[in-house]
Each structure stands twice: as C-alpha cells, then as structure tokens.
C-alpha cells in the first residue's frame, strides 16, 4: 500500500505475508520497522533513533516496554521503560514507569477497577 504525498514523495507501508505491517517508507527512506514473534506480536519498533522492545509473559500479557534512543552499534540509553504486574485474574495490578513513577490498580469482586494509586 502506498500514498502519495507530493508528485515527488511516497509513503509506503510494506506487509509480510499474514498481513502484518513490517515497514513504513518515505521516499526511499526506513521510517519505523517492525519485528514481531511467532505468534505476530510486535517484539521491537525502530523510529529513527529510538528502538522499543516489547516482552511478554507466557500468557501472552505485556510485561516489559523498554525504550532506548540511541545510534546502531552504539550503547544505547534507555529513554522511557514500562513495567506490567498482573493478578491471577488477568487484572493490571502494577504499573511502573521511569518518569511517571508506579501506579498500583484495585478491583472489586466482580473485576471492575475501583481506584489506582500513583506514587511519582
């Protein structure tokens, strides 16, 4: 799939095979790409300078999204890592983000969440 934004520029967004987006393209230049796992979950993001990793527990539940800026073949920094905690229930129980600090969540019952708590 393809549009054209100006009679000198296309963006292009390339698929693989089960129809999954693999690239974006602007001109003839890698926008952001994609790499997904078996099961087609997106395993790593490029943007640029910035490379994103998702990791996911057994159940398929995101457990990790680490963000990292940076150069190819150089260290990278890590710019924003999220952290996922979840219940026997499959309820979100705990976020932790490195700017945004933790956020606990609690539910009733039934499963419906009934307050969450930041502590930046």
């Not at 190819?72 to 905690?85: C, K, L, M, S």
């Not at 976020?95 to 969540?105: A, I």
């Amino acid at each position: 799939m393809w549009v054209l934004l100006f009679s000198w520029l296309t963006l292009r967004y390339l698929y693989y095979g089960s129809g999954h987006l693999q690239q974006i393209n602007l001109g003839r230049d890698v926008i952001s790409e994609f790499t997904r796992d078996h099961l087609h979950r997106e395993v790593q993001r490029s943007q640029g300078r910035l490379d994103t990793r998702r990791m996911y527990d057994r159940t398929g539940r995101l457990t990790r999204k680490l963000t990292c800026k940076g150069m190819r073949g150089v260290v990278p920094e890590t710019f924003i890592d999220r952290e996922y905690a979840y219940s026997g229930q499959d309820e979100l129980l705990k976020k932790r983000h490195s700017r945004q600090g933790v956020t606990d969540y609690f539910y009733d019952t039934t499963g419906r969440i009934t307050a969450c708590r930041n502590e930046a």
